[in-house]
């Protein structure tokens, strides 16, 4: 029996494991709202592929009511919720062996080795402090050990609307953990009883030697999950959603990384992660840029929800793109794509260019590469208009077909007035929007959308005759791109608001059925393919930088500042003119329409060449040349398929190419390496009794970045012999080495072809030769053919690659991860500080750590917290150099002189009196 919701067809029962299919948005939005609520915002659907199918979704929870006593008014987070599907999980957990039943009775913190924060009972498992509701162990045993042993303050119950309102609020104000206030009241007296506490503390001082210290704190470079809610077709995995991923950051916003002290602090964070979970007994087996979340300071966490275990309880193991929904309308609209789910390009580009791939399949994929998403209506998959609606296309007639040599922003504002703009503006430029608007994709789904997103995006006042009224209409009126909907979707024409009429249909057409099958007929047209190349080449390729983009009229109004990290942006994913197109997708192929045309019945140019190949003799001129002019066609299209090749990044060796199937029981059934203790380097004697002495006398400063070649020879050398004890780890380390490299790079270290060369014969990719030697290394070391010999996490974080200063800037912000109140933020901070730890650690680190800490200081603040914020202040400017100091304290002092009381609220204090305290003086 399906699940049927009010509005949409039934969500049956996923099939099983080997033969289930992914659900598409709207059926995932409608069994989110039927498990949970129709009051949580579904924004849109998170794919690891092209097109619309996944289990995986970012929500937007409305909050009311007071957090930490700074809510007065309705606010709302963002989660991601990913769908477990529950026959996968009973699959994979028979999977387990042995380790299923270790779990079977205790604690979830036991489970962790920390104390009893959830408990087992014989009923299933019930989160301690929430509503009892049992959840089945025999289903889910697998799935809470590595949440519980990794993020222990994790919620474990049943999925509802009100746990996850809970989570929320107890998210926001911090919270969640229950250690903040011992973790302050450590700073406060200088010493603690508390275990888990002692055992966070030397985690962050000693990463390499204590990472198998377990507690029940989240160790900070791990991203929160915030619960797993059980529900009849899934078991939903619930975390915050990330501002940032590091592949955001290497797509849109490079230049954040400002030095090589800053990739070494980012790098140091995500093998403090890899020792703590292999510490654990586990490897994560999938980590990419994709999976390492950051925070406005780029403080690097790594999702657990991404770890190669859980991904293959959110994934089905079918290729096919289709929903497993009764009677779900995608079934119909994808049922005839031909896209594979492995995102691999160079292939797709090979079939879309011999006419085996259409168009339209081909540019979505594009827009994944270049990180658009589905329904995100900020960021939304683009297409180009290729009619104006004025009359039926005709390919044997030049009215009514869109120019593709030129952006549609360039058709719809002229030459002359882009011409004025370049020449008049103070940073020359032809285009200051995105390509497609989040007002554009709004106004061209209003029928379809709820009221509340179209007054949010696109007026506040609700105006249903302001929107346009039909296609040709539209089309004149936005200087935007298509979307996706308009060439697969005819529902897309039909209005939900009783106000809001249907989108009129052009008068050459008689029913939104037919509407798409005409205008996705014109996108696969011999003229569109013929031209398509020219609007990649603006909207994704060559035309988007140099010259090229100002002979174009497409120079980009730059981002203000820079330095500033991105989650979107204008991506060039080409550096040359992308080939035109050489065949043409037959219709059966792209509508699975029955009748043929004149079109589809042509012999493809290849089989003439397969003809001249065979030694023909009756060619005339006219073959030659068409078989001559397809020669030259093909090694255009060859060539620059090697050229971007880097597009198919290898991070892992989970890839499709190497056949190498990753289960839950390849991670978890090997009990002899489940909580090994990995060998180190130098066996750290840790202080038995740790107070605050022992962490102050860990900072230290080292800011000389310069690591000898001998001495790097020499930590390789014994590293060499303190290898990884698990080739399960060994990957994780494998993956380590890609992002090190690509963030010296700025491009992908291995592609599909390097990769397969270095696995079969050992080549090294030339792109090592680029690296500064001590880089090139350390990822030589990382990516060694035999893994027992790749170093461990430990071993790596006891590389001379990291400083001191790099060890203590670490050591002083990791504990400001797990306090969310300012206040706590700031008495920790300014304790630290006050003991000496800034001007220990060094100019360069203190810097890093006050564009952690300033910002906190244009809050409102009590009285303890002014008291606090002041301290830390002058110790800033007392080891800051004076560049540093006039570009970060500078600008909050003026900030605290211009708000007034606002932000220090004490009896005792006035903003002017900062001039008094010697600030200004010192800043001078």
Request: proline share 5%; net charge negative; hydrophobic share 35%.
């Amino acid at each position: 029996m399906g699940i049927r919701s009010e509005r949409g067809p039934a969500i049956a029962a996923p099939p099983a494991p080997m033969e289930q299919l992914s659900p598409c948005f709207e059926c995932l939005e409608r069994q989110v709202h039927s498990d949970l609520s129709t009051d949580l915002f579904f924004r849109y659907g998170v794919s690891d592929t092209a097109l619309p199918f996944g289990s995986s979704a970012v929500l937007q929870v409305y909050l009311t009511g007071e957090v930490d006593n700074l809510l007065s008014e309705e606010v709302s987070v963002q989660l991601v919720l990913v769908g477990l599907f529950n026959e996968n999980i009973r699959s994979l957990g028979q999977n387990m062996g042995p380790c299923s039943s270790s779990s079977s009775s205790g604690s979830l913190g036991d489970s962790a080795g920390g104390k009893d924060k959830q408990s087992l009972s014989e009923e299933g498992l019930v989160a301690v402090g929430h509503e009892s509701s049992p959840v089945s162990t025999h289903d889910q045993q697998y799935l809470v050990r590595v949440i519980a042993a990794i993020t222990p303050d994790a919620y474990v119950g049943r999925a509802s609307y009100a746990t996850i309102r809970n989570l929320s609020l107890k998210y926001l104000s911090g919270a969640l953990g229950n250690n903040s206030s011992s973790l302050v009241n450590f700073f406060r007296e200088g010493r603690t009883t508390d275990y888990d506490v002692a055992n966070f503390l030397k985690l962050v001082a000693y990463p390499a030697s204590a990472s198998n210290l377990i507690g029940s704190m989240r160790h900070p470079n791990i991203f929160p999950i915030l619960g797993i809610l059980e529900a009849p077709v899934y078991s939903y995995l619930l975390h915050p959603k990330a501002p940032y991923t590091l592949e955001n950051v290497l797509k849109y916003s490079p230049m954040v990384l400002k030095s090589d002290w800053h990739i070494r602090f980012l790098t140091y964070q995500i093998l403090s992660a890899l020792a703590y979970i292999h510490g654990l007994g586990f490897a994560h087996g999938n980590i990419s840029p994709s999976s390492i979340h950051l925070n406005e300071s780029l403080w690097a966490c790594l999702n657990i929800s991404e770890m190669s275990c859980l991904k293959e309880a959110s994934h089905s193991a079918s290729r096919k793109a289709c929903c497993f929904a009764e009677e779900c309308p995608c079934q119909e609209i994808y049922a005839d794509f031909g896209l594979s789910t492995s995102m691999n390009w160079s292939t797709s580009f090979r079939r879309w260019w011999a006419g085996d791939l259409s168009n339209y399949e081909y540019l979505l994929l594009l827009n994944k590469l270049a990180g658009r998403r589905w329904g995100d209506h900020s960021f939304h998959m683009v297409m180009p208009w290729v009619i104006d609606f004025s009359v039926k296309p005709d390919e044997n007639s030049d009215v009514g077909w869109r120019d593709l040599t030129k952006s549609k922003w360039r058709l719809a504002k002229g030459d002359e007035q882009l011409d004025f703009t370049y020449s008049s503006s103070e940073i020359p430029h032809h285009v200051s929007d995105e390509c497609l608007s989040e007002l554009a994709v709004c106004s061209y789904k209003a029928r379809r959308l709820p009221l509340s997103v179209l007054r949010s995006a696109v007026r506040s006042v609700y105006e249903p005759n302001e929107y346009p009224s039909s296609m040709h209409r539209l089309y004149q009126w936005t200087p935007d791109e298509c979307i996706p909907e308009f060439y697969c979707d005819p529902r897309v024409f039909t209005s939900l608001h009783s106000e809001m009429s249907d989108l009129a249909l052009p008068s050459w057409t008689t029913s939104p059925e037919e509407f798409i099958s005409l205008h996705r007929d014109a996108l696969e047209s011999d003229r569109v393919s013929r031209q398509i190349h020219h609007w990649i080449d603006i909207t994704f390729g060559y035309k988007l930088s140099g010259e090229a983009s100002v002979e174009a009229k497409n120079v980009m109004l730059p981002t203000s500042n820079p330095s500033t990290p991105k989650s979107t942006g204008r991506l060039q994913l080409f550096t040359k003119p992308h080939p035109m197109r050489h065949g043409v997708t037959r219709h059966s192929q792209y509508h699975g329409l029955k009748e043929s045309c004149f079109k589809c019945q042509l012999q493809h140019e290849s089989k003439e060449i397969s003809s001249i190949t065979n030694g023909s003799s009756h060619l005339d001129p006219e073959e030659l040349l068409s078989g001559t002019r397809y020669l030259d066609n093909l090694e255009t299209a060859t060539l620059f398929c090697e050229q971007t090749r880097y597009l198919d990044s290898v991070y892992n060796y989970q890839e499709e190419f190497l056949d190498y199937a990753c289960s839950l029981k390849s991670q978890l059934s090997d009990l002899s390496i489940i909580g090994t203790v990995e060998k180190t380097s130098d066996a750290t004697s840790l202080p038995s009794d740790f107070d605050l002495g022992c962490l102050l006398e860990c900072f230290e400063a080292d800011d000389n970045l310069s690591m000898g070649f001998q001495e790097s020879l020499n930590w390789r050398q014994k590293s060499s012999y303190l290898g990884v004890c698990s080739d399960n780890y060994a990957k994780d380390i494998f993956s380590y080495g890609c992002i090190l490299a690509e963030l010296y790079l700025k491009r992908p270290l291995f592609d599909p072809v390097s990769f397969a060369a270095y696995k079969e014969s050992g080549v090294m990719p030339g792109a090592i030769q680029e690296l500064p030697p001590h880089v090139a290394l350390l990822v030589e070391a990382s990516i060694h053919r035999d893994w027992r010999r790749r170093p461990s996490a430990k071993c790596f974080l006891e590389s001379p690659y990291f400083s001191p200063s790099v060890r203590s800037a670490f050591l002083f912000l990791a504990p400001l991860q797990l306090l969310a109140n300012t206040g706590y933020c700031f008495q920790y901070a300014a304790k630290l500080a006050s003991g000496g730890a800034l001007k220990s650690m060094g100019a360069t680190a203190a810097e890093m750590c006050a564009s952690f800490c300033l910002p906190f200081v244009t809050s409102s603040l009590s009285d303890i917290e002014t008291e606090s914020a002041l301290c830390l202040l002058k110790e800033f400017i007392n080891c800051l150099s004076s560049p540093a100091i006039k570009a970060l304290i500078l600008p909050i002092i003026q900030k605290i002189l211009q708000a007034g009381n606002t932000i220090f609220s004490s009896e005792g204090f006035s903003p002017s009196g900062l001039l008094c305290e010697g600030f200004v003086e010192a800043i001078g």
